[in-house]
């Protein structure tokens, strides 16, 4: 155990030139040696992979941007009761952007608009396993 320690230890004190170089040679006569075992761990992980990517439930996300134009005086006006000038006020935006970010808002809508119910906006928890599951059931029940 001591002498390991040495001839890291001594690794970690040459120069980059002095350090054995990795011969590629050998690292794929020893791929092609043990091909069976590099197949097979190649084929588990493709097949872990497309499993995760049919079981997995799908997750989006989007972001949106509001650009309010000053120079718009008629629509400055309609967004806001306030003055013209009031839309300048760097503390109003501030407030209206924070108004747009509202959890109770965004609850208020997706109540209003009955989204837990929307199949269509609502992500179906169903995987491939579970699917599969069901319908062995369903045919073996038939």
């Known amino acids: 155990m001591n002498y390991t320690f040495q001839k890291s230890a001594a690794l ?14 050998r690292l794929l006569a ?14 588990i992980t493709l097949t872990l992979g497309v499993a995760y990517l049919l079981t997995a439930v799908p997750i989006y996300s989007a972001d949106a941007s509001l650009l309010i134009d000053t120079n718009n005086q008629k629509l ?6 306030a003055p013209s000038n009031a839309l300048d006020d760097e503390t109003n935006i501030l407030s209206q952007v924070e108004l747009l ?11 209003k608009l009955d989204l837990k119910n929307n ?3 609502m992500a179906s928890d169903k995987g491939l396993i579970r699917s599969m599951v069901s319908s062995v059931k369903a045919g073996s029940s038939a």
């Not at 030139?17 to 040679?25: A, G, Q, R, Y």
């Not at 400055?76 to 009761?81: E, G, K, M, T, V």
């Not at 970010?101 to 109540?111: C, D, Q, R």
Request: proline share 4%; charged share 30%.
């Open 12 to 25: 970690f004190e040459k120069t980059p030139d002095e350090l054995p170089m990795v011969d590629l040679e």
């Open 30 to 43: 020893i791929a092609r040696r043990q091909w069976r075992i590099v197949a097979i761990a190649v084929a």
């Open 76 to 81: 400055a006006d309609q967004l806001s009761a």
């Open 101 to 111: 970010k509202s959890k109770k808002i965004a609850l208020a809508v997706s109540e």
């Open 119 to 121: 199949a269509a906006f």
